[in-house]
């Protein structure tokens, strides 16, 4: 069983996704990183030079090789739920996915002090950066929604507080850590 972690862009996705799988002791997979290895360009790139759309078909690809894997911790790129089929290959392998729901202005700050985002997060449209990230989680809260099992609150929260929360959830909720000690 993979937990999959989903999310807007400065939601947290990569940190809690790394201290989680040490936490569960858990290889984790960064999907934009796997994707990056795979091509040798940077996200940015991949935008630049081929456009959002053959990034989209890159991140389904890399989706449906990382799913194959068992035991793992995933995190995807915030625009994965998007199609439907990225979500579907996750859960139809048993996954248990955590959305990391974040306010426009938690994720904003975030994004604008996360030194990754320069090769990480290309524009998604030609909208100001706060117009942008407010619209684009208008647009995508259904979509995050859709795919949860469960959402997790990551406003104003440090990412060991989140992970905890993750944590202990899958120790009580009938996933595979149930048989580790409960968390108090
Ligand atoms: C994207 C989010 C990025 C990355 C790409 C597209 C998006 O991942 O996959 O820039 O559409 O929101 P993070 O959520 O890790 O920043």
């Known amino acids: 069983m993979n937990v999959v972690l989903v999310g807007f862009r400065g939601s947290g996705k990569s940190t809690v996704g ?10 984790f997979i960064d999907c934009d990183d796997f994707i990056e290895k795979r ?8 935008f630049e030079r081929h456009g959002e759309s053959h990034f989209r078909t890159l991140e389904s690809e890399a989706i449906a090789e990382i799913s194959k894997l068992d035991g793992k ?5 915030g625009g994965a739920v998007l199609k439907y089929q990225n979500m579907q290959v996750f859960k139809r392998a048993g996954a ?4 990391l729901k974040v306010s426009p202005e938690a994720a904003y700050e975030r994004i604008q002090g ?3 985002s320069r090769t ?23 979509y995050y929604l859709q795919a949860a099992d469960v959402v997790v609150p990551a406003d104003g929260r440090g990412a060991a507080e989140v992970v905890e929360e993750i944590a202990r959830h899958l120790a009580g909720g009938g996933h595979e850590e149930r048989e580790t000690a409960p968390i108090a």
């Open 18 to 27: 790394r201290l989680l799988g040490v936490r569960l002791n858990r290889e």
């Open 39 to 46: 091509t040798q360009l940077s996200i940015r790139e991949i």
């Open 73 to 77: 911790v995933i995190a995807t790129g």
């Open 96 to 99: 248990v996915v955590f959305f």
């Open 114 to 116: 996360d030194p990754a």
């Open 120 to 142: 990480r997060r290309p524009a998604l449209s030609d909208k100001d950066p706060f117009t942008e990230i407010r619209e684009q989680i208008e647009l995508r809260a259904p």
